[in-house]
């Protein structure tokens, strides 16, 4: 016969095993929720992932054609100028190849990018700014029909002040400066509105049609932002107030531009606050 001891002890082993079954049962169970709900998560993220990267690239789309912002102020004292040469193509004119810089190159992707979406879908030529900050305008541009003129730079702006464009040439004329900027960290992408100088050249060279070899002869020639020749300047590359302005020997443009620097309403300069450019400039021209 057997002991009470020896009953209490399998009523308690069975009690035990029962328990561990019990505890095994729900462990199991909560692993395999844990297992079900790991997909679920992970589809979440990725669909939160996915349309972040859409909003984003709907975002840069509608930068290509932002609404241009007036600044009509002249420039401070201390803005900081930066010179641009315009060279006309020239045959027989050894010039080099200028190859698109890492900023054109990521542009015009965004550009067929957009297009593919069916965003601002319009055809695009650039123009990789070199050593200078110089420009060459090649024999096939003479052919364009172009619509808009957009010169391109990426500054860096790392105590992220408020950073304006002027044109010299403009403002002394109290015409306003046509630009839009966005911000990606400590860089500033800038956009300054190029067409009246287009125009201005193909007007003075009598038209689209007769762009080409016209641009060669475009010599002592001084162009207001409204297309019309003003007065013929001998051998001059650029005036006193910013104008552009053509070289009998050379045959370049120039063009003064300056960045107006400020923060809180107060001006800064642009140097001391860190701001530079971070790529050579590039000019995108769109047409028909």
Same mark, same amino acid.
């Given at each position: *016969?057997?002991?009470?001891?020896?009953?209490?002890?399998?009523?308690?082993? +069975?009690? *035990?095993?029962? @328990?561990?079954?019990?505890?095994?049962?729900?462990?199991?169970?909560?692993?395999?929720?844990?297992?079900?709900?790991? $997909?679920?998560?992970?589809?979440?993220?990725?669909?939160?992932?996915?349309?972040?990267?859409?909003?984003?690239? &709907?975002?840069?789309?509608?930068?290509?054609?932002?609404?241009?912002?007036?600044?009509?102020?002249?420039?401070? @004292? @201390?803005?900081? $100028?930066?010179?641009?040469?315009?060279?006309?193509? /020239?045959?027989?004119?050894?010039? =080099?190849?200028?190859?698109?810089?890492?900023?054109?190159?990521?542009?015009?992707?965004?550009?067929?990018?957009?297009?593919?979406?069916?965003?601002?879908?319009?055809?695009?030529? =650039?123009?990789?700014? !070199?050593?200078?900050?110089?420009?060459?305008?090649?024999? #096939?541009? /003479?052919?364009?029909?172009?619509? +808009? %003129?957009?010169?391109?730079?990426?500054?860096?702006?790392?105590?992220?002040?408020?950073?304006?464009?002027?044109?010299?040439?403009? %403002?002394?004329?109290?015409? $306003?400066?046509?630009?839009?900027?966005?911000?990606?960290?400590?860089?500033?992408?800038?956009?300054?509105?190029?067409?009246?100088?287009?125009? /201005?050249?193909?007007? %003075?060279?009598?038209?689209?049609?007769?762009? =080409?070899?016209?641009?060669?002869? *475009?010599?002592?020639?001084?162009?207001?932002?409204?297309?019309?020749?003003?007065?013929?300047?001998?051998?001059? &590359?650029? @005036?006193?107030?910013?104008?552009?302005?053509?070289?009998?020997? !050379?045959?370049?443009?120039?063009?003064?531009?300056?960045? #107006?620097?400020?923060? %809180?309403?107060?001006?800064?300069?642009?140097?001391? /606050?860190?701001?530079?450019?971070?790529?050579?400039?590039?000019?995108?021209?769109?047409?028909?």
């Amino acid at each position: *016969m057997s002991s009470p001891h020896v009953w209490i002890a399998l009523f308690l082993l +069975s009690v *035990m095993t029962s @328990d561990i079954a019990v505890y095994g049962r729900l462990m199991s169970l909560r692993t395999t929720q844990e297992e079900a709900n790991k $997909p679920t998560l992970g589809t979440d993220v990725l669909k939160r992932w996915r349309r972040e990267i859409t909003e984003t690239h &709907l975002e840069r789309c509608a930068q290509l054609s932002a609404p241009w912002l007036d600044h009509a102020h002249a420039p401070q @004292d @201390d803005a900081t $100028p930066i010179h641009l040469r315009i060279r006309p193509f /020239s045959p027989g004119v050894s010039h =080099g190849l200028v190859f698109p810089g890492k900023s054109l190159f990521n542009f015009v992707r965004r550009v067929y990018h957009c297009c593919q979406q069916r965003i601002n879908c319009r055809s695009v030529k =650039g123009i990789q700014g !070199h050593t200078g900050v110089e420009f060459l305008l090649s024999r #096939d541009i /003479s052919l364009l029909t172009i619509v +808009s %003129a957009e010169l391109h730079l990426q500054l860096s702006n790392p105590q992220h002040v408020n950073i304006r464009p002027v044109l010299p040439s403009l %403002a002394k004329r109290n015409l $306003p400066t046509r630009y839009s900027s966005w911000t990606r960290g400590n860089t500033l992408e800038l956009r300054v509105d190029l067409q009246f100088l287009f125009k /201005s050249l193909q007007e %003075a060279a009598g038209g689209a049609t007769s762009w =080409g070899p016209s641009l060669v002869n *475009m010599r002592r020639v001084a162009l207001s932002p409204r297309g019309a020749p003003l007065r013929e300047k001998p051998h001059a &590359l650029q @005036d006193t107030d910013g104008d552009v302005a053509g070289d009998g020997m !050379h045959n370049v443009l120039e063009l003064g531009l300056v960045l #107006d620097c400020s923060q %809180a309403g107060s001006g800064v300069s642009c140097r001391s /606050s860190g701001v530079h450019l971070s790529h050579t400039p590039f000019i995108a021209l769109y047409y028909k």
